[in-house]
């Protein structure tokens, strides 16, 4: 009986380790397909947003004759540097590539030092009326441009005829808009400043007031300190929308400071004034040089740019 019993188990403990190996089998199978078919959506997705810049880049460098050669999609037959050499003529770099660039930079410091001081308010201090700021801010961000250009001009008009100052098309307007927080897209930084200062416990403000810390150390110890990531992100976020901003620059500044974005968006009838012809090759070429500085810019700090994109909330998470 005890040896059938020990024949029994061992049969038992074989059916069993079978068992277990094929569960095991179909599970790694399961996640390898799974694994498979994230990396497949992944891959999708990602060259959706890569094709634009990759035919921009293949373009760029074909001649006229490749254009219109129906065998040639992406490697250029007869490629060439001369394309970047005309649209940067056109474009007038470096001198419209610098004045993008401190111009962009000044307008973005300016912002991000503004939603970051309102948001902290918005976000920490109790007051007659915030509600109802609050609101203004969300009626801001969804009112369009464009409607309220008309009474933005008709404003600086009136001060400049008060204080004898010219001030449409110069750099002033803008940058006044920067200060007060009328800059472009305030409205989406001021909130999220205001979300992620409202993940940091009010505990730590209790904290350094006991300490006799006031509002200004409170801000700069606690909420700054703490938001160097979201302030990065924010700055980007300004940077890029200042840059690609052409309607209302084009309208305050005119012709007072010359940029790349408005040298592009008049890039066909520069080209024609020159004497050259316009084709593909030449608007890809253009377009690669007024979005090369964002994206080595994004190059540089991607990893803190994505951190505080987490630290932000923005996903929704």
């Given at each position: 009986m005890a040896n059938k019993n020990s024949t029994a188990?061992?049969?038992?403990?074989?059916?069993?380790?079978?068992?277990?190996?094929?569960?095991?089998?179909?599970?790694?199978?399961?996640?390898?397909?799974?694994?498979?078919?994230?990396?497949?959506?992944?891959?999708?997705?990602?060259?959706?947003?890569?094709?634009?810049?990759?035919?921009?880049?293949?373009?760029?460098?074909?001649?006229?004759?490749d254009l219109i050669d129906p065998s040639i999609t992406w490697i250029?037959?007869?490629?060439?540097?001369?394309?970047?050499?005309?649209?940067?003529?056109t474009l007038s770099v470096p001198g419209s590539l610098l004045n993008s660039v401190w111009f962009s930079a000044l307008?973005?410091?300016?912002?991000?030092?503004?939603?970051?001081?309102?948001?902290?308010?918005?976000?920490?201090?109790?007051?007659?009326?915030?509600?109802?700021?609050?609101?203004?801010?969300?009626?801001?961000?969804?009112?369009?441009?464009?409607?309220?250009?008309?009474?933005?001009?008709?404003?600086f008009t009136t001060v400049e005829n008060i204080i004898g100052f010219k001030l449409i098309n110069t750099v002033v307007p803008q940058i006044l808009m920067s200060v007060l927080g009328q800059g472009a897209y305030s409205t989406m930084l001021i909130l999220i400043f205001y979300n992620f200062f409202n993940m940091i416990p009010k505990s730590l403000d209790e904290a350094a007031m006991m300490d006799g810390a006031g509002s200004l150390k409170v801000f700069y110890h606690v909420a700054i300190r703490l938001s160097i990531s979201t302030i990065l992100v924010v700055f980007l976020f300004s940077f890029v929308f200042n840059w690609n901003e052409t309607y209302t620059t084009n309208l305050m500044t005119g012709d007072s400071l010359t940029l790349l974005p408005g040298k592009l968006a008049m890039f066909d009838n520069g080209m024609a004034s020159a004497g050259n012809s316009v084709n593909e090759a030449n608007r890809m070429a253009a377009t690669l040089i007024a979005i090369a500085p964002l994206l080595l810019l994004y190059a540089c700090v991607q990893k803190q740019f994505i951190e505080g994109i987490e630290n932000t909330g923005i996903t929704g998470e």
């Amino acid at each position: 009986m005890a040896n059938k019993n020990s024949t029994a188990k061992k049969l038992d403990l074989s059916v069993l380790k079978k068992f277990n190996f094929a569960k095991f089998k179909r599970f790694k199978g399961v996640q390898i397909v799974s694994k498979i078919a994230i990396y497949f959506v992944l891959i999708c997705i990602g060259f959706i947003f890569l094709e634009p810049i990759l035919e921009m880049l293949s373009k760029s460098i074909m001649q006229a004759k490749d254009l219109i050669d129906p065998s040639i999609t992406w490697i250029a037959k007869h490629a060439t540097l001369d394309n970047f050499k005309n649209a940067a003529s056109t474009l007038s770099v470096p001198g419209s590539l610098l004045n993008s660039v401190w111009f962009s930079a000044l307008l973005a410091i300016c912002q991000t030092a503004v939603s970051a001081t309102t948001a902290f308010a918005m976000s920490r201090y109790t007051f007659k009326g915030r509600n109802f700021w609050f609101v203004m801010l969300i009626i801001a961000f969804i009112i369009p441009i464009p409607l309220v250009t008309i009474p933005r001009i008709i404003v600086f008009t009136t001060v400049e005829n008060i204080i004898g100052f010219k001030l449409i098309n110069t750099v002033v307007p803008q940058i006044l808009m920067s200060v007060l927080g009328q800059g472009a897209y305030s409205t989406m930084l001021i909130l999220i400043f205001y979300n992620f200062f409202n993940m940091i416990p009010k505990s730590l403000d209790e904290a350094a007031m006991m300490d006799g810390a006031g509002s200004l150390k409170v801000f700069y110890h606690v909420a700054i300190r703490l938001s160097i990531s979201t302030i990065l992100v924010v700055f980007l976020f300004s940077f890029v929308f200042n840059w690609n901003e052409t309607y209302t620059t084009n309208l305050m500044t005119g012709d007072s400071l010359t940029l790349l974005p408005g040298k592009l968006a008049m890039f066909d009838n520069g080209m024609a004034s020159a004497g050259n012809s316009v084709n593909e090759a030449n608007r890809m070429a253009a377009t690669l040089i007024a979005i090369a500085p964002l994206l080595l810019l994004y190059a540089c700090v991607q990893k803190q740019f994505i951190e505080g994109i987490e630290n932000t909330g923005i996903t929704g998470e």
